[in-house]
């Protein structure tokens, strides 16, 4: 039995909802079936409550045809990471699903202090991470995200653990561009390579399937801004380091009604032309994967009313701002932070429906250009 997800396991998963849910919410990305609709796990308290919810939130997500689960070692303080996999390890012990049915993505690079925050930060660090020759002071940047190989390989290592996996399935590197603001693009560019040479390593070894950044700056800049990142240049360097058969393929983009700029901002040069992240992606073979599709919750209410026009066949601004985000031409999965089960069912209760036709989605732009 495999340890990941897989193409066999992710479409059986996927047919499972063969007549209930719309085909068109199953999405072929990375080899996989992933669904439109993403449960994050980004918000809320670290406490058992909330432990409590997300457990709930995961299992249920799941059973409504959600297939893609997304956290980070510092979510919650790896509570977030603990509650998906005690999540995902009951699901598979009383087999109402099969491991390789799911795509499960985690993130590293900043610090995670470990459920709790310690009473003395100086010391915790000093014990976790210089005694045990993980990292040094000097390895950290604005002092808190650190990307060194021997800071990711312990960082995935207690991913995995917490995740209750052998493999994840798709690892980020969290806002590789906070280091932007303190070192050189040249050093930034090495650190990058030097990164994503670790986690070629990481693939090789069969702890993960594929790497990428997720961001929230970065990938929407326009060019010139310090903290930019540049998705050609990305994937100039994973070629770099681990030929033609690199494993990075994934990134994760801020993405809603008020963050278009992946879709509407011309900020990325593929071949001499400035592109919008969006097109560019879909050139360079990346899979795009939004997050933030309800601006933290913001976007659940007061919504334009021509927004009701458009998509007039939903009940909620919820439902009409993941639709915006689910229908973006290039986008395979719009995540949302959902602990809540009311707010699992309302979301996912969107999976019956298509995403909005091509035409349907430019109708939102009509009255006005779009927002850059
Ligand atoms: N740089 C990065 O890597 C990065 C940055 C941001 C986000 N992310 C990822 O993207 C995921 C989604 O982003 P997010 O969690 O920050 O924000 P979000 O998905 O835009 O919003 C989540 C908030 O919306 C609420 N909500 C969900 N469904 C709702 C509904 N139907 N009606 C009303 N409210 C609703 C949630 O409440 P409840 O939780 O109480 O149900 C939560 O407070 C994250 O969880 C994370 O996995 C990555």
């Known amino acids: 039995m495999a340890q990941h997800a897989t193409a066999e396991g ?6 499972r909802f063969d007549g209930q849910l719309a085909p068109a919410h199953f999405r072929a990305a990375c080899g996989w079936s992933v669904s439109s609709i993403g449960l994050g796990t980004y918000l809320g308290d670290a406490d058992s409550r909330t432990d409590e919810q997300y457990r709930n939130a995961t299992r249920v997500a799941v059973e409504r045809g959600c297939n893609l689960i997304d956290g980070a070692i510092n979510y919650r303080f790896q509570r977030s990471e603990r509650s998906i996999g005690e999540a995902l390890a009951a699901l598979t012990r009383a087999q109402s699903i099969r491991r390789e049915e799911v795509v499960v993505s985690t993130k590293g690079g900043y610090l995670p202090f470990d459920a709790a925050p310690p009473r003395d930060p100086s010391q915790w660090f000093y014990d976790t991470f210089v005694v045990t020759g993980v990292a040094t002071v000097d390895d950290m940047v604005a ?3 650190c990307m060194t190989p021997a800071y990711l390989r312990h960082q995935l290592a207690t991913s995995l653990r917490n995740l209750r996996l052998r493999c994840v399935d798709i690892y980020y590197l969290h806002n590789p561009e906070t ?16 990164a994503f040479a670790q986690l070629e390593e990481a693939a090789a070894a069969g702890q993960i399937q594929r790497y990428g950044v997720a961001t929230w700056n970065g990938l929407r800049q326009p060019e010139a801004a310090r903290d930019h990142l540049s998705l050609a240049e990305m994937v100039r360097i994973a070629e770099q380091v681990g030929g033609r058969q690199h494993h990075f393929r994934v990134v994760q983009v801020p993405f ?9 901002r011309q900020n990325q040069r593929v071949d001499g032309t400035l592109l919008p992240l969006l097109s560019a992606a879909a050139q360079l073979g990346i899979t795009v994967i939004a997050s933030a599709s309800l601006l933290q919750g913001r976007l659940s209410g007061g919504l334009p009313a021509a927004l009701s026009s458009v998509f007039a066949n939903l009940e909620s601004d919820a439902q009409r701002a993941l639709q915006f985000v689910r229908s973006a031409p290039g986008v395979t999965t719009a995540l949302v932070g959902m602990k809540q089960l009311a707010h699992v069912e309302e979301n996912l209760t969107l999976a019956r429906l298509s995403p909005a036709s091509p035409t349907q989605f430019m109708q939102l732009f009509r009255h006005s250009d779009p927002p850059q």
């Open 10 to 15: 992710t479409a059986a998963y996927a047919r």
């Open 143 to 145: 002092g808190c995200h």
């Open 179 to 194: 280091q932007l603001g303190a070192v050189s693009r040249e050093v930034f560019l090495e650190r990058l390579g030097v």
């Open 256 to 264: 809603n009604l008020a963050m278009p700029e992946a879709l509407t």
